[in-house]
């Protein structure tokens, strides 16, 4: 299995500010890596697909970038709406695989 | 516009099986693919498996022979079970659609489930 490892578990941000978040797969998903954004009690919302390609409705203060095995979402003017739970998945291959989550917070 | 609603018991004690219907309205199960996702507690998600379009399947070696994801065409609903279940099958419950090579656009809102005696 693809292991993927993202970072921070935690992070703590003021309004305005940008923000980072990290993944790193343990082989080369040629891209084939998506970031989802989950409030408490509900369900995943896709944000990016393709490592860098805006899902139809996300904000453009969201952005995707990466390649190989390592990948980042990037939240610029992070805004009150943006506190939330985001991982990362890849579905280059089966099993697909998720990192562990890093949870958003107002500083 | 696609949704997905889950639905089952929220309760299923060990050595039992776990049965979930996933409800689709807005597109038919017989395009794309259909795939289940967990969510334990303290937030780890696993890919469980798909039912495709043509209702074939694949499973998350790690559950190995314990589940088997179905579908009714007629009623655009698929399901999951899981048998032999244990306290850590104790999870959030997903259905979801997808693309060949693509991730999951729409999901359900979920439902949990506790296995407990």
């Known amino acids: 299995d693809i292991q993927m490892t993202q970072s921070p578990a935690s992070l703590s941000a003021s309004l305005g500010e940008t923000v980072t978040i990290e993944c790193r797969a343990s082989?080369?998903?040629?891209?084939?890596l998506a970031w989802y954004q989950q409030k408490p009690g509900k369900s995943p919302q896709l944000l990016i697909y393709?490592?860098?390609s805006l899902h139809t409705g996300v904000p453009s203060r969201f952005s995707g970038s990466g390649s190989g095995t390592q990948y980042s979402l990037k939240i610029n003017s992070l805004q009150s709406e943006d506190v939330a739970s985001y991982f990362c998945?890849?579905?280059?291959?089966?099993?697909?695989?998720f990192g562990a989550g890093t949870k958003l917070e107002l500083k | 516009e696609v949704q997905l609603q889950e639905s089952g018991p929220g309760l299923v004690k060990p050595s039992q099986s776990l049965s979930l219907t996933c409800s689709v309205t807005?597109?038919?199960?017989?395009?794309?693919?259909w795939g289940w996702i967990r969510k334990f507690p303290g937030n780890k998600m696993e890919w469980m498996g798909y039912?495709?379009?043509?209702?074939?399947?694949s499973y998350n070696p790690s559950l190995k022979s314990r589940i088997s994801i179905t579908r009714d065409t007629s009623k655009n609903q698929f399901f999951l079970q899981l048998n032999s279940v244990t306290t850590e099958d104790t999870a959030t419950y997903y259905c979801?659609?997808?693309?060949?090579?693509?991730?999951?656009?729409?999901w359900g809102q979920g439902v949990m489930v506790t296995v407990s005696s």
């Open positions: 979801a659609r997808y693309r060949t090579g693509s991730p999951f656009d729409y």
């Open positions: 807005g597109y038919s199960i017989t395009s794309n693919y």
């Open positions: 393709n490592a860098n």
């Open positions: 998945q890849q579905y280059y291959n089966y099993p697909y695989t």
């Open positions: 082989e080369d998903i040629y891209n084939g």
């Open positions: 039912i495709s379009y043509s209702g074939s399947t």
